[in-house]
């Protein structure tokens, strides 16, 4: 268990509406990432952080924007949610050894 | 562009027998390389990993093996369980030990081990 939490686990939401989910670790790690998982195209990175206040975009980060205030916090926001962003979206931490990423359990978000 | 690629988008094995997972890609700096599994409605679990300068990794009855010349890894995993019925994702990092440790997805293979 690497002590991520996602919330909410669930969420509808209006075409149009702002959506922020959030990102939760207990293990202070400096590196964390947003995914989403689209049938079809596995999972694709959205935007990363290597500490607090530093982010960068990842392939599919148009539409999102990130924060990172605190170490053990990252969150995701869709600025204007539209249908294309229906997905299930994971945050990942960054392990101490080598390259392994470790999950959150997920978001799924519908935009109707 | 799909710089990794799962073929085979489902597969099914008889408990007891081997299943084979296989992943290509297109990119020579990959260098660092990964299989999850992932269960439904569960984030992904990380598996067993290798890194370019090996050609087989072992973890009890998971083996990754790594063909460098032919850009293919696959996933050996002996014997097959029902518990092992999952969606398994093949990841490549083309920086290993980098500052960012960008991971890049194949679409998932969906194993079904049958009793």
């Known amino acids: 268990d690497a002590g991520i939490t996602q919330s909410p686990r669930h969420k509808v939401t209006e075409t149009g509406t702002p959506v922020t989910l959030r990102c939760h670790q207990t293990e202070n790690h400096r590196y964390m990432y947003w995914y989403r998982q689209d049938p079809g195209h596995g999972l694709r990175l959205i935007h990363y952080?290597?500490?607090?206040?530093?982010?960068d975009k990842g392939e599919v980060s148009d539409g999102y924007s990130v924060s990172r205030s605190k170490t053990e916090d990252f969150l995701l926001t869709l600025e204007s949610a539209t249908s294309s962003q229906t997905s299930v979206y994971f945050c990942?931490?960054?392990?101490?050894?080598?390259?392994?990423?470790?999950f959150g359990p997920g978001t799924r978000l519908t935009v109707l | 562009d799909q710089q990794v690629k799962q073929n085979s988008p489902s597969l099914s094995v008889q408990e007891g027998r081997i299943s084979i997972l296989n992943c290509d890609y297109t990119?020579?700096?990959?260098?660092?390389f990964l299989w999850y599994k992932k269960y439904p409605a569960e984030g992904p679990t990380f598996l067993i990993s290798?890194?370019?300068?090996?050609d087989k990794n072992e973890d009890g009855r998971f083996t990754v093996f790594l063909n460098k010349s032919a850009k293919h890894l696959s996933l050996h995993i002996v014997p097959s369980q029902p518990g092992d019925s999952a969606v398994y994702f093949c990841a490549a990092s083309p920086n290993y030990g980098g500052a960012t440790n960008k991971l890049i997805f194949g679409t998932g293979t969906l194993l079904a081990v049958q009793p």
């Open positions: 952080s290597y500490g607090v206040k530093d982010t």
């Open positions: 990119n020579s700096m990959f260098d660092y």
């Open positions: 290798i890194s370019s300068i090996k």
């Open positions: 990942a931490i960054r392990g101490l050894a080598n390259n392994e990423q470790f």
